[in-house]
C-alpha cells in the first residue's frame, strides 16, 4: 500500500478557549473580553464545546482554525480535496517542479500478478515523462502522460466545523469508497481527537451518501480531442437587471466600466452565467477547481476513461519524437488499464493527466471577473487560458457593454501586478 499520510502541522492559538467562548457569549452576560476571561481551563472549555455542539450548534469551532499537511498521497486524492470550497490550499506545482521521481501509490488488495503488471505501467509512464523533459518539452506539458496516482504535496487550511465535514467525508461519506482516502481520514480523525476531542463527531449526517465507485466496462482507444467553451445559460435581460441592482445600491450614476473597476462590485454578483467546457484535462480541471466561488459539476476521475480522449500540447506536436512517445504513453497505458475495469479502487489511478472530462460550471460576474482576471493572463497555463478566452468572447455576444470591460488584470487594473514575471505586452479594455 501507499506511504502517504496527512498531519496536523498547525492549530490556531487557543482554539478551544475561543471556540467556548462562542458558547458563551450568545447567552451570557458581559463583554466579549470579560466573557473570554472566563475561558482557558481546557477540560472546562472542552465539556461546554461538546454540550454545545451536543445541540447541534457547531458555528462556535468555526472560530478555531487548522493547517494539515498532505504529505506523498495520490494526486487524486489531492482532486477530491481540493473540492471541498470553504478551505484553502497550496499544491506543489506541476507546471514548474520535475517530478520524475515522485513515485506513485500502489493500491491495495492487487494480486501479485496484478500488482507487478500495475507498477510495469506507472513505471513505463514516468519513463515517458524523462524522456519528454529530456527532449526539451516544459514539465508542465510533460506531465499531462502522468496517472493520477503520481504522488502529491500539499497543505490545507480550514476551520474546525469544516474540518469536521472533511472528516466524515474522508472516513464514512462519499470519499471513504477511495481506500486510500478513507485511511488517511482515520489518520486526520485519530490526531484531531487529540488536539480538539469531540471536534470529529460534530458534524452528523444530513443523508445518504453514494459510495459508488465508477463503473468502467469499456475503455477505447485513445484519442486526442481540443475542448471548446460555451455559455448554456445567461439573464435573459442582463442590463436591466443590472440597472436595477444599480439603483438599489443608490450607485446607478456608475458607469459599467467604473464598477468593472469598483473594489466592491455587489451589483454584478445579480448576473449568474452557466458554461460548459466540452473537454478540459485532468490537469487544467485543478486550475478550475480551485475557485471557490462557482458551482462545479464535473464526473469522478475514473470516467476521463470511458472516453479516453487526451489533449496534445503544441509543444509536443512540434517534435516528431515527443509525440511518438506522448502517442505510446498513452496506448500502452489504454492496454494496461484495460486488464484492472473490474477493479473499481485501481482503476481511478489509471487516468492520465491529459485525460479530459466534460465540465459545468456556473460563476456570477463578479467571480468571473476575478477568475478572468487570472486565467485570461498570459502567465496562465496554456490550456485554461484558452478555454478562458474563448469564454470572454462568448460573454461578449451575451452582453458586450460589461464584458467588453474583462479581460486579464492588466486590462482591469490599468497595470500588470505580476512584475519581473510580467510579459511586457499589456492588454487594454475598450472605452
Given at each position: 500500500?501507499?506511504?502517504?499520510?496527512?498531519?496536523?502541522?498547525?492549530?490556531?492559538?487557543?482554539?478551544?478557549?475561543?471556540?467556548?467562548?462562542?458558547?458563551?457569549?450568545?447567552?451570557?452576560?458581559?463583554?466579549?473580553?470579560?466573557?473570554?476571561?472566563?475561558?482557558?481551563?481546557?477540560?472546562?472549555?472542552?465539556?461546554?464545546?461538546?454540550?454545545?455542539?451536543?445541540?447541534?450548534?457547531?458555528?462556535?469551532?468555526?472560530?478555531?482554525?487548522?493547517?494539515?499537511?498532505?504529505?506523498?498521497?495520490?494526486?487524486?486524492?489531492?482532486?477530491?480535496?481540493?473540492?471541498?470550497?470553504?478551505?484553502?490550499?497550496?499544491?506543489?506545482?506541476?507546471?514548474?517542479?520535475?517530478?520524475?521521481?515522485?513515485?506513485?501509490?500502489?493500491?491495495?488488495?492487487?494480486?501479485?500478478?496484478?500488482?507487478?503488471?500495475?507498477?510495469?505501467?506507472?513505471?513505463?509512464?514516468?519513463?515517458?515523462?524523462?524522456?519528454?523533459?529530456?527532449?526539451?518539452?516544459?514539465?508542465?506539458?510533460?506531465?499531462?502522460?502522468?496517472?493520477?496516482?503520481?504522488?502529491?504535496?500539499?497543505?490545507?487550511?480550514?476551520?474546525?466545523?469544516?474540518?469536521?465535514?472533511?472528516?466524515?467525508?474522508?472516513?464514512?461519506?462519499?470519499?471513504?469508497?477511495?481506500?486510500?482516502?478513507?485511511?488517511?481520514?482515520?489518520?486526520?480523525?485519530?490526531?484531531?481527537?487529540?488536539?480538539?476531542?469531540?471536534?470529529?463527531?460534530?458534524?452528523?449526517?444530513?443523508?445518504?451518501?453514494?459510495?459508488?465507485?465508477?463503473?468502467?466496462?469499456?475503455?477505447?482507444?485513445?484519442?486526442?480531442?481540443?475542448?471548446?467553451?460555451?455559455?448554456?445559460?445567461?439573464?435573459?435581460?442582463?442590463?436591466?437587471?443590472?440597472?436595477?441592482?444599480?439603483?438599489?445600491?443608490?450607485?446607478?450614476?456608475?458607469?459599467?466600466?467604473?464598477?468593472?473597476?469598483?473594489?466592491?462590485?455587489?451589483?454584478?454578483?445579480?448576473?449568474?452565467?452557466?458554461?460548459?467546457?466540452?473537454?478540459?484535462?485532468?490537469?487544467?480541471?485543478?486550475?478550475?477547481?480551485?475557485?471557490?466561488?462557482?458551482?462545479?459539476?464535473?464526473?469522478?476521475?475514473?470516467?476521463?476513461?470511458?472516453?479516453?480522449?487526451?489533449?496534445?500540447?503544441?509543444?509536443?506536436?512540434?517534435?516528431?519524437?515527443?509525440?511518438?512517445?506522448?502517442?505510446?504513453?498513452?496506448k500502452a497505458n489504454t492496454?494496461?488499464?484495460?486488464?484492472?475495469?473490474?477493479d473499481e479502487q485501481a482503476?481511478?489511478?489509471?487516468?492520465?493527466?491529459?485525460?479530459?472530462?466534460?465540465?459545468?460550471?456556473?460563476?456570477?460576474?463578479?467571480?468571473?471577473?476575478?477568475?478572468?482576471?487570472?486565467?485570461?493572463?498570459?502567465?496562465?497555463?496554456?490550456?485554461?487560458?484558452?478555454?478562458?478566452?474563448?469564454?470572454?468572447?462568448?460573454?461578449?455576444?451575451?452582453?458586450?457593454?460589461?464584458?467588453?470591460?474583462?479581460?486579464?488584470?492588466?486590462?482591469?487594473?490599468?497595470?500588470?501586478?505580476?512584475?519581473?514575471?510580467?510579459?511586457?505586452?499589456?492588454?487594454?479594455?475598450?472605452?
Open positions: 500500500m501507499d506511504k502517504g499520510s496527512v498531519k496536523i502541522i498547525g492549530f490556531s492559538n487557543n482554539g478551544v478557549a475561543v471556540s467556548a467562548l462562542g458558547g458563551r457569549i450568545s447567552t451570557g452576560k458581559g463583554t466579549a473580553l470579560e466573557m473570554f476571561a472566563l475561558c482557558g481551563e481546557k477540560e472546562k472549555d472542552l465539556k461546554l464545546v461538546k454540550k454545545v455542539l451536543s445541540s447541534g450548534h457547531n458555528t462556535i469551532i468555526e472560530h478555531a482554525y487548522f493547517t494539515l499537511a498532505f504529505n506523498d498521497v495520490s494526486v487524486l486524492t489531492e482532486q477530491v480535496m481540493i473540492e471541498h470550497r470553504l478551505a484553502s490550499y497550496t499544491v506543489k506545482s506541476r507546471r514548474y517542479v520535475d517530478f520524475a521521481g515522485a513515485g506513485y501509490v500502489t493500491p491495495a488488495g492487487l494480486s501479485e500478478e496484478k500488482a507487478h503488471l500495475y507498477r510495469e505501467n506507472m513505471d513505463g509512464l514516468f519513463r515517458a515523462y524523462s524522456e519528454l523533459c529530456a527532449l526539451g518539452i516544459p514539465v508542465e506539458d510533460a506531465r499531462f502522460v502522468l496517472p493520477y496516482c503520481f504522488r502529491s504535496n500539499f497543505i490545507m487550511s480550514l476551520n474546525a466545523r469544516e474540518l469536521s465535514k472533511v472528516v466524515y467525508d474522508m472516513t464514512r461519506g462519499r470519499l471513504s469508497a477511495y481506500d486510500e482516502v478513507r485511511r488517511l481520514g482515520e489518520m486526520l480523525s485519530a490526531e484531531l481527537d487529540e488536539v480538539f476531542p469531540g471536534v470529529a463527531q460534530a458534524y452528523k449526517d444530513a443523508g445518504a451518501s453514494d459510495l459508488s465507485l465508477p463503473a468502467i466496462n469499456e475503455i477505447p482507444d485513445p484519442a486526442p480531442v481540443k475542448g471548446t467553451a460555451e455559455v448554456v445559460n445567461a439573464p435573459s435581460e442582463p442590463e436591466k437587471l443590472l440597472e436595477t441592482a444599480l439603483a438599489a445600491s443608490g450607485r446607478q450614476k456608475l458607469s459599467l466600466k467604473e464598477l468593472v473597476r469598483d473594489e466592491r462590485p455587489r451589483e454584478l454578483e445579480l448576473l449568474n452565467y452557466t458554461f460548459r467546457f466540452s473537454a478540459i484535462s485532468l490537469a487544467g480541471l485543478t486550475h478550475l477547481t480551485r475557485h471557490r466561488m462557482q458551482t462545479l459539476i464535473v464526473r469522478p476521475t475514473a470516467y476521463a476513461l470511458e472516453t479516453n480522449t487526451y489533449i496534445v500540447p503544441e509543444s509536443v506536436k512540434a517534435d516528431p519524437e515527443a509525440l511518438r512517445i506522448y502517442e505510446n504513453a498513452y492496454l494496461a488499464a484495460r486488464g484492472f475495469t473490474e482503476i481511478s489511478y489509471f487516468a492520465l493527466a491529459g485525460n479530459t472530462l466534460g465540465v459545468l460550471f456556473a460563476m456570477n460576474a463578479r467571480e468571473l471577473k476575478h477568475y478572468l482576471r487570472l486565467r485570461t493572463c498570459t502567465r496562465a497555463q496554456w490550456e485554461i487560458r484558452e478555454l478562458s478566452r474563448e469564454m470572454l468572447c462568448c460573454l461578449m455576444d451575451e452582453f458586450k457593454p460589461l464584458f467588453r470591460f474583462y479581460g486579464p488584470s492588466c486590462a482591469i487594473l490599468g497595470y500588470c501586478p505580476e512584475g519581473r514575471l510580467s510579459c511586457g505586452k499589456p492588454v487594454k479594455t475598450e472605452d
